[in-house]
């Protein structure tokens, strides 16, 4: 069977039982250690069994083995090997003078690789069915058993590397003869096994312009029987129980080409992975094109996306055209973009099957309006000469001449009655007290670290301060606003509105500095009127704002 199935291959054998006799022998007997890496044998009776020499089978204890099976075992040729007189001195504790009369001659290095001689059964208790009664029987032998073959049994020229004693801590004593085969593979003896299985993973990825490539079939063909594997999402591929040996791996799929086409690997008591190999569009493949166009005219420039088996952009040609070629079969998404468009529809779905595809439906763009806002006047109305000092406007193109931009209201601030004011220029509602007014909760009437500012308004609002839970600290526009570059002491102009409080200082805005975060922006309120940053660990004011109802 090994020869058919497997012809260029060495194999691993696990047996179970009499199993592990049938494959000694053939390594043995029948030149198969040319063929076998590892043997491992689970429960072997390996100097037979006390329960076949005294017939308890004819009582059906023993898997429901009859009378008349027992009757044909011993008759068969090589049915020696399973009667206990195979170690005629055997006791529990006597292992010395283990013999086989046709396997006892220790399998050289020459014919096989190893042999591993595992045993578990121990310390049965009633759940085992058949097995408890011939467990009892032996135990009262004197001997440890798994209810068919005793432990000493399982000897081979030494103690079995995957004995589990009868008081290991996770229960795995309580194996029975049929259960060698069929235990949580979580369990200590499998572990152990699979431990000195010389198996290995081979493992890498396929990519298509730097990013994973999906569907691709791998081939591994070599020392074990060949296999194939899809890579999945992200382009990764596994094969895992790979022996020692040597290997080739072969990517394939329609209408790519790999560098490099296939790789040859030598597994060597270790992992491989890495194995990694990069796809390019072949000659096969196919186009997909269309346009987009604007007000009925193609539009260039136009970033067009392709998504699906791979990825790739291009831009539309001066007649709005796009491209892509050499695309294999397969699904695709097709997205486009464009600053200042906005695109109808925004992607489209292709299905490449063997011919060139045409978008049938021309994308058409849509300019996207533009918004204009309108900036107020400074209030600046004088102009300077370079050494300071005020000249006639006319014709320097300064500021004070041209004064650019959205009139102040007169007057700009309305007092609301209600500790409040509103600026007229940008609807802002700030409050009459300019120094943190609030509860003593809120810690008021004090400059504050950035972060106890934001602390501070969200006190506000927990407050319900003058009726309202929308107050915050006004960004660095906000703030900037309300800047009169027409005053030499902005604090003194601002008290002047009917404001109170305000301070001839740094005013803190929500803002944080891009360049360095740990500074956020503020205004100074004096006679420099100057938007800068500060370290959020400065003290400095606080005049919390609202937004126009």
Known sequence: MITKYFPSQNVIIIAHSMGGLVAHSYIQNHNGGSKVNKLITLATPYHGSQLVQLGVGALDVVAKVSFNNILLVMGTFGSHDLAWDNYPNATKDDNTNASLFDLNNTLSTSQYASLYN??????????????????????????????VVPLVSAYNYGYPQGFVPKDYPDGEKNYDHSE?????????????????????N?????????????????????T???????????????????????????????????????????VNSANLIGQNFTATVGSTGYTISGQVTYNGTGLAGVT??????????????????????NAANGSYNLSFSGTGYTFNPSSVSVQVNGANFTVATNIVATAVASVTISLPKTGQTTCYDASGSVISCAGTGQDGELQKGVAWPDPRFTDNGDETQTDRLTGLIWTKDANAPGPAAC?????????????????????N?????DWRLPNRNELASLVNAGQSNLANW??????TNVQAYQYWSSSTSFNNTSEGWVVYMDDENMVTSRSKTDSDYVWPVRDRE
Do not use: R
Not at 202 to 213: D, E, F, K
């Open 465 to 469: 301060y003058l009726n309202h839970s």
């Open 304 to 325: 067009v996306t392709l998504t699906g088996t791979g990825l790739s952009s291009t831009l539309t040609d001066a007649n709005g055209w796009y491209k892509f070629t």
């Open 494 to 499: 601002l008290n002047a509105q009917g404001f």
């Open 180 to 200: 060698m085969t069929g235990k949580n593979s979580t369990d200590q003896l499998f572990d152990t096994i699979k431990k000195i299985l010389p198996i290995y």
């Open 202 to 222: 081979i493992s890498g990825t396929v990519t298509y312009n730097g990013a994973g490539l999906a569907g691709v079939t791998v081939t591994l063909t070599g």
């Open 443 to 463: 810690d008021p009437g004090k400059a504050k670290f950035w972060y106890n500012a934001l602390d501070y308004v969200q006190c506000l609002n927990t407050n």
């Open 118 to 147: 595992a045993f578990a059964g121990s310390n049965l208790d009633s759940s085992h069915s058949y097995y408890d009664v011939s467990y009892d029987y032996l135990y009262v032998l004197g001997y440890e058993s798994d209810g």
């Open 224 to 266: 074990s029987p060949s296999s194939t594997t899809t890579t999945d999402s992200n382009g990764n591929f596994s094969f895992s129980y790979a022996a020692n040996g040597t290997y080739i791996l072969t990517p394939s799929m329609t209408g790519y080409t790999f560098s490099p086409t296939s790789s040859s690997i030598k």
